[in-house]
């Protein structure tokens, strides 16, 4: 990313072995595993989902 703004990535990752994120540009993707995905972008593992209110 050009800029640090903070990254977050769903803790339902921690469970996959790889994911496949865009690299950016249009029409190409990496496949990478999870925990390399957070080093490279300082990236945080937390609940993304949103939960209802019942």
Known sequence: MKK???TLIDD???KLDTIIV???KIG???EIN???LK???RATFCDITQ???D
């Open 51 to 53: 939960k209802s209110a």
């Open 39 to 41: 080093s490279v972008t």
């Open 28 to 30: 190409q993707q990496i």
């Open 4 to 6: 640090a703004f903070p």
């Open 22 to 24: 865009s690299t950016g």
């Open 34 to 36: 999870p925990t390399d």
């Open 12 to 14: 339902a990752a921690l």
